[in-house]
């Protein structure tokens, strides 16, 4: 595929966002005359990374738009969507074990609407198991239909029929649907969708689609409006967001885009995920050093600390490639906190291999760190790998990653008391303590001493108690 010239192949076309008017209106009639004297309610969970979160915005905003209010009660429920995540089988298990517990609900509410979708409903094995072993689902779709929910929940209900839709496809980006926000503190703001890297381990690529950015002057006007929605916490969210731009045919990339959504008027942070080592560049952290509003924190997975495991997980660059890039972006940004997503026990790796990993992760001095046991998925190059380690032994390799990790995460945190940090207050960790993060992402609790008014704002929080993983402090005037 010859990337630039197939710009406007992702696009759906407007008439299409259109027709979706069209059928949540006459959802919202069907709605109307099944509910005369209520709002139907609708449970929408998602699970997963924030892709999906930002997925499960827009899907409550169309379902809005056709007239249902939600809830988070199953049991009050007329529409219960999951928004389901494949990253690993740990998730997957627990979709299955969740939408088996669904049965007997829907026994005792026969109109109810099991709706599912996201990464897992991509995979048309999966797709073919809800429909020959789960009767009671009523609606499934795929990653690359999920603007066309209006159409599909309407013929779910004028049809009473159970409907199916994964179809193949590279991918679409869809402007104009309607978004309802999960809070106006925070924002997810995509910037591109699908993955072209194809990591060896990864099902991403398979039920993602193609890499595709968006266009600037979208990503500019959603950061606008949530701006002026109050919105303090912007995070810009792509599967590689340091390849933003490859498939536009215009002169942009990811670095040009953070100075553009860095220059507009207003006082907020933004922050992104996630990053690649491989198309990680100097000019990037250089801006980020540059932009004022740009957070001190950077997300660089880096997977595994040995050459030869990064290269049969396709990730394309080396440990020492990694802590070069480790090494300038501390040089620009002294105060830089690095956090990081590691896999334990890819296929064929030795105990001696993973020692590379725990090299990194000492040299690395990360805030925080992401890990995982490699879960085989299907499909993916890595699940034909002779994988002769057993999961027992993955477990202690796992633990010595994760000790590792919390003293030094405890060492770091140790290093913040005493010292003050502008701190966006987001609400409540338990009554009468307020709850934030750092510009490095260290989550910071502390007692409310201004009667809620911090909620929302940005204030100066004094470190006084360092944990591990959560600094305690107070307010300063
Ligand atoms: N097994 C274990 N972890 C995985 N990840 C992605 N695929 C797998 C897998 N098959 C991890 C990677 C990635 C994070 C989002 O999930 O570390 O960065
Ligand atoms: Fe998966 Fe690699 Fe793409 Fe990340 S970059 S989504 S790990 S294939």
């Given at each position: 595929m010859s990337d630039k010239t197939d710009v406007k192949k992702f696009q759906v076309p407007q008439e299409e966002i259109e027709k979706q008017k069209e059928f949540t209106a006459l959802a919202n009639s069907v709605l109307t005359a099944k509910y005369p004297d209520r709002t139907p309610l609708a449970m929408v969970h998602t699970y997963g990374c924030q892709g999906n979160v930002s997925d499960g915005?827009?899907?409550?905003?169309?379902?809005?738009?056709?007239?249902?209010?939600?809830?988070?009660?199953?049991?009050?429920a007329d529409l219960v969507l999951y928004n389901t995540c494949a990253i690993r089988e740990h998730a997957e298990d627990r979709i299955?074990?969740?939408?088996?517990?669904?049965?007997n609900i829907k026994k005792e509410k026969p109109d109810m609407i099991i709706a599912l979708c996201g990464c897992m409903m991509q995979q048309e094995k999966v797709s073919?198991?809800?429909?020959?072993?789960?009767?009671?689902?009523?609606?499934?779709?795929?990653?690359h239909v999920i603007h066309?929910?209006?159409?599909?929940?309407?013929?779910?209900?004028?049809?009473?029929?159970?409907?199916?839709?994964?179809?193949?496809?590279?991918?679409?980006i869809a402007e104009n649907v309607p978004v309802r926000r999960d809070g106006n503190i925070k924002g997810w703001l995509p910037i591109m969708y699908g993955c072209n890297n194809f990591c060896s381990y990864c099902i991403v690529p398979y039920v993602r689609g193609r890499e595709r950015s968006r266009e600037p002057e979208d990503i500019i006007k959603e950061a606008k409006e949530?701006?002026?929605?109050?919105?303090?916490?912007?995070?810009?969210?792509?599967?590689?967001?340091?390849?933003?731009?490859?498939?536009?045919?215009?002169?942009?990339?990811?670095?040009?885009?953070?100075?553009?959504?860095?220059?507009?008027?207003?006082?907020?942070?933004?922050?992104?995920?996630?990053?690649?080592?491989?198309?990680?560049?100097?000019?990037?952290?250089?801006?980020?050093?540059?932009?004022?509003?740009?957070?001190?924190?950077?997300?660089?997975?880096?997977?595994?600390?040995?050459?030869?495991?990064?290269?049969e997980m396709n990730r394309g660059y080396t440990k020492e490639k990694y802590l070069s890039l480790v090494e300038y972006a501390r040089k620009v940004m002294p105060d830089i906190s690095l956090t990081s997503d590691i896999i334990v026990g890819f296929p064929g790796e030795t105990y001696e291999e993973f020692k590379?990993?725990?090299?990194?992760?000492?040299?690395?001095?990360?805030?925080?760190?992401y890990t995982f046991i490699f879960s085989s998925r299907d499909g993916t190059k890595a699940?034909?790998?002779?994988?002769?380690?057993?999961?027992?032994?993955?477990?202690?390799?796992?633990?010595?990653?994760?000790?590792?990790?919390?003293?030094?995460?405890?060492?770091?945190?140790?290093?913040?008391?005493?010292?003050?940090?502008?701190?966006?207050?987001?609400?409540?960790?338990?009554?009468?303590?307020?709850?934030?993060?750092?510009?490095?992402?260290?989550?910071?609790?502390?007692?409310?001493?201004?009667?809620?008014?911090?909620?929302?704002?940005?204030?100066t929080v004094k470190v006084t108690e360092p944990l591990t993983w959560i600094v305690r402090g107070e307010l300063e005037e």
């Open positions: 915005e827009r899907i409550k905003g169309m379902l809005e738009k056709c007239g249902y209010g939600f809830t988070d009660d199953v049991n009050e299955y074990g969740n939408v088996g517990a669904l049965k073919e198991k809800i429909k020959k072993s789960y009767p009671y689902v009523n609606l499934v779709f795929g990653t066309k929910l209006p159409e599909l929940l309407y013929n779910v209900l004028s049809k009473s029929k159970r409907v199916f839709s994964s179809p193949e496809s590279d991918g679409v949530l701006i002026a929605a109050g919105c303090k916490d912007i995070t810009l969210l792509g599967q590689n967001v340091n390849s933003y731009g490859k498939t536009l045919d215009r002169d942009i990339n990811f670095a040009k885009l953070l100075k553009m959504i860095n220059d507009l008027p207003g006082d907020f942070i933004i922050r992104f995920m996630t990053s690649h080592p491989k198309d990680c560049t100097e000019e990037l952290l250089d801006t980020m050093a540059q932009c004022e509003k740009v957070a001190r924190h950077f997300h660089l997975p880096f997977q595994s600390g040995n050459n030869r495991v990064l290269k590379d990993t725990l090299d990194l992760v000492e040299k690395a001095k990360f805030t925080s760190l699940a034909k790998m002779p994988d002769p380690v057993s999961r027992e032994e993955k477990g202690k390799w796992f633990k010595e990653l994760c000790d590792l990790q919390e003293s030094i995460a405890g060492k770091r945190t140790a290093l913040m008391k005493g010292k003050s940090y502008r701190v966006l207050c987001e609400g409540y960790a338990k009554e009468g303590i307020y709850n934030g993060r750092t510009g490095g992402n260290v989550m910071i609790e502390f007692p409310d001493t201004d009667g809620g008014k911090s909620i929302g704002k940005f204030c």
